[in-house]
């Protein structure tokens, strides 16, 4: 029986899977005008699985000769008098596995001191030997040290340039997380005109992440293997909470049928099991998530997030590590709109940055002002005493503020965001949601409190004037009239060195065209 793939990539004996010819459109074509392409994706959205059936299928064609090859083992090597002979000979195990003709032939008298020409050259002399054009399809070509990687393009390049005389391959693929304009020479290079090694390239490709129809044409294989629907409603769900990313379609299916449902496939799956799978899937952290969340610590990385958390800054788009986090697979930039890649991540990023201020919160439980008694005070007839909620928090914001906001991974500046957010969902004890939705460039982090379908929307402001608090207002009350809600919270951070403590805290209410808002100090 086959199942939801979410380890390395997929085959069609043991795995449901959408045909990864239909997620990139004319590549074929440019197979047969003998150019040399990009494909870039994230990782694990299918890159390894769509060369691989690509490859099959270019050899049951029977037009050319198509070879696969991973450099994924070179990544270790920095030096490109090892690097490119190590490619060079992982070429040669590899092919021989192959039903290509003649591959016992290649490489077979290559002189691997020759490091600057050994690979151009083995290449030419196999494609030599072949009675039909060659195409080469390497994968993890950006894992590749900077020196290697030059190196690397560079023979490729000269091949290119010289195959109207001397026979090359017909066509290649490089493949990567990155886009080959990313692939920089050494800046005191002067040998190509070009910042890139490489510009001979035809088309850039991305591998874009599944549709909602091709997310139902995935579980629909399961349903007519095992009998076991999918509610349309579910199929909503993971397409809005995942934006179709392969792996997390994939091992939300995964969590639903195997561990929760231990393969009873009687039951239906569910939107509700959907939101169990994915709580699940955030508590256990896998490797690919796990990953992902490994860089959000890094300074150059925070340097992306971080805005996107408290909206106040502007980065450059084009930027080297704007480019990076967008092609990791953690944001994205479409029709001018940055935000994270699917709420999973928003959601994953926002765990770790709160995970050990929501770990400490419970020993603060002991003061007075935070008995149990108190707490469940937070709850009546039915509602949330959000601002008995606030009232704590200023509390506990005056007294532990600046002690929390070292916990956050080094995002002090976003730690009021992440510390409030972390509070609320604390205060709630799993008896409702804290929602939250990061937007680059809107001033805020958007929450919405949920308990028992009642919704209290809260803004946040950091205070640095009084401009400030007027444009929160203003935000507050934009938002209340988008969603329709009679009664929203607007949270002010006063920075402001100046300004005595006494100052800062306070509880004002307004209200605008019928809306009612709180206004909270801290």
């Known amino acids: 029986m086959k199942h939801f793939n979410v380890a390395g990539p997929c085959n069609e004996q043991d795995h449901y899977k959408i045909n990864s010819a ?20 994230a990782r694990q959205t299918g890159k390894t699985t769509y060369l691989k059936d690509l490859a099959r299928q270019l050899n049951a ?45 290649f490489a077979k008298d290559a002189d691997y001191e020759d490091f600057t020409g050994v690979f151009q050259e083995s290449l030419r002399q196999y494609s030599m030997l072949l009675d039909k054009p060659l195409v080469v399809l390497f994968d993890e070509v950006d894992s590749l040290s900077e020196g290697v990687l030059n190196s690397f393009l560079r023979q490729l390049r000269s091949g290119y340039n010289e195959r109207s005389m001397i026979p090359f391959v017909h066509s290649v693929a490089l493949v990567g997380m990155r886009n080959i304009r990313d692939y ?42 095992t009998g076991q629907t999918f509610d349309d409603a579910a199929v909503e769900l993971v397409f809005e909470q995942t934006q179709g990313q392969p792996w997390l379609v994939n091992a939300i299916a995964y969590e639903m049928t195997k561990r929760i449902l231990k393969s009873d496939y009687k039951k239906p799956v569910t939107s509700e099991l959907v939101s169990q799978a994915i709580q699940n899937i955030l508590i256990d952290c896998p490797t690919h998530i796990d990953y992902l969340m490994e860089h959000i610590k890094e300074e150059h990385i925070r340097s992306i997030i971080e805005p996107m958390i408290i909206g106040d800054q502007i980065f450059k788009t084009d930027s080297d590590v704007f480019l990076y986090v967008c092609e990791l697979g953690l944001i994205s930039h479409v029709n001018w709109e940055i935000k994270p890649a699917n709420q999973i991540y928003s959601d994953a990023i926002v765990r770790l940055l709160t995970y050990n201020t929501q770990q400490n919160l419970p020993s603060y439980y ?68 804290v929602l939250h939705k990061l937007l680059e460039g809107s001033g805020k982090l958007e929450l919405l409190l949920v308990y028992n379908d009642k919704k209290y929307p809260i803004e946040i402001k950091i205070r640095y004037n009084q401009k400030k608090i007027r444009e929160g207002f203003e935000q507050t009350v934009l938002c209340m009239e988008n969603d329709n809600y009679k009664e929203g919270w607007l949270v002010v951070f006063d920075q402001r060195i100046r300004v005595k403590w006494d100052k800062k805290f306070y509880i004002k209410k307004k209200i605008r065209n019928g809306k009612k808002i709180t206004i909270v100090g801290t």
């Not at 198509?66 to 994924?72: C, D, P, R, V």
């Not at 190590?86 to 003649?102: E, F, G, N, Q, S």
């Open 184 to 225: 920089k020479a050494r800046p005191n290079d002067k040998s190509f005109s070009s910042a890139s090694p490489f510009n001979i390239v035809t088309k850039v490709f991305t591998l874009n992440n599944f549709t909602k129809d091709e997310i139902a044409q995935l579980y629909h294989q399961h349903t007519v293997e």
């Open 366 to 433: 002991d003061y007075e002002y935070y008995d149990s008694d108190h707490v469940s005070d937070y709850f009546k007839d039915g509602c949330v005493d959000i601002n008995l909620i606030m009232s704590d928090f200023q509390k506990f914001w005056r007294e532990n503020g600046d002690t929390y906001s070292t916990a956050c991974c080094g995002y002090t500046d976003a730690a009021p965001h992440l510390i409030l957010l972390a509070f609320l969902r604390h205060a709630m004890k799993g008896r409702g949601q």
């Open 61 to 105: 064609e029977g037009k050319y000769y198509a070879f696969y090859i991973s450099l994924e083992t070179a990544s270790v090597i920095k030096e490109p008098e090892t690097g490119i002979p190590a490619i060079v000979r992982k070429i040669k195990d590899d092919i021989t596995y192959t039903d290509l003709p003649h591959s016992s032939e």
């Open 22 to 41: 239909t997620r990139l459109q004319g590549v074929d074509r440019l197979i047969d005008h003998e150019q040399y392409f990009v494909i870039h994706a």
